[in-house]
């Protein structure tokens, strides 16, 4: 057995406490909404939506790591949990144990951040994944039903059908209405994935915080909370461009029906691809080979 590599980043415990009370005092003021809202049986289809989509618990969210190779001096090993190990002077994350036992899992999620990263992106999609899932739909089926379309459903079904849907994202395709998976230049499946996955794509940069929440806690929890933070705008956004009237939620409508819409979409959309290139390359560089 070799013996553990010295950490490379020492934090005294007024460094590492500051960190940890940064972090939990930022992620609250996401989750005291939403856990309020839950309290009183309320939905809200922008701001709840990181928290029912993913697997990731608010507690898990709000719980700070400070990541691979760092010690932290004068923390107990009991307050962190099973994958931190004692040091003379307090603990660090056991790195080698951690991605032994996951070995297969952070193979998949690095080979699929780099694929992504190594690929063109398509900024040619305009949101026009959320209309196919609505397609040919009436209000009463449609998934955000206690909010109105903008358009009847004929005129939603007739957007859908004037645009080129190319959209390259299992996830999203997977939510098309039956009608119009066969209108999607592609068939993405999770086979696929790697694939297909293309960096300017909104729903593939919203995962970010996904993959970031799984390899946690290899990854400190300041990038886990900066993916959310991301994802949470490119939510935003999804919703601001999709057939639904969010206006009295103070969502104002992007109009990707129009050419006017589908330029502020591009734009917002070409924003999001160069921020979402950071985390990525983190996350990387977070998990070398």
Request: aromatic residues 10%.
């Amino acid at each position: 057995m070799t013996a553990a590599l010295a950490p490379a980043t020492v934090l005294d415990a007024a460094e590492w406490q500051a960190r940890r009370r940064a972090h939990e005092e930022r992620v609250d003021a996401w989750l005291t909404p939403h856990l309020a809202r839950r309290r009183r049986g309320e939905k809200h289809p922008v701001e709840d939506f990181l928290f029912t989509y993913y697997s990731h618990r608010p507690a898990q969210l709000r719980r700070w790591h400070p990541g691979a190779g760092v010690e932290l001096l004068g923390a107990d090993p009991a307050e962190f949990g099973r994958d931190y190990r004692a040091t003379a002077a307090g603990v660090t994350l056991d790195t080698d144990a951690v991605r032994a036992r996951r070995a297969e899992s952070i193979r998949w999620i690095r080979s699929l951040l780099a694929a992504t990263a190594g690929r063109q992106p398509h900024f040619g999609c305009f949101g026009m994944h959320e209309w196919a899932m609505v397609y040919r739909q009436t209000q009463a089926e449609v998934r955000h039903n206690a909010w109105p379309l903008r358009l009847s459903p004929e005129q939603t079904a007739q957007a859908v059908e004037a645009s080129r849907i190319r959209c390259s994202h299992f996830d999203a395709y997977r939510f098309f209405t039956a009608p119009a998976r066969p209108l999607n230049l592609l068939t993405p499946t999770r086979e696929t994935q790697h694939a297909l996955e293309q960096p300017g794509c909104l729903h593939a940069n919203m995962d970010l915080y996904k993959w970031a929440y799984k390899l946690s806690p290899l990854v400190p929890g300041e990038l886990v909370a900066d993916a959310f933070a991301l994802a949470r705008e490119i939510r935003t956004l999804d919703m601001r461009a999709s057939p639904y009237d969010l206006a009295a939620l103070g969502y104002p409508p992007v109009r990707v029906e129009t050419p006017e819409g589908r330029a502020e979409y591009a734009v917002a959309q070409r924003d999001f691809a160069a921020r979402a290139a950071v985390l990525r390359d983190r996350l990387l560089a977070a998990v070398p080979e």
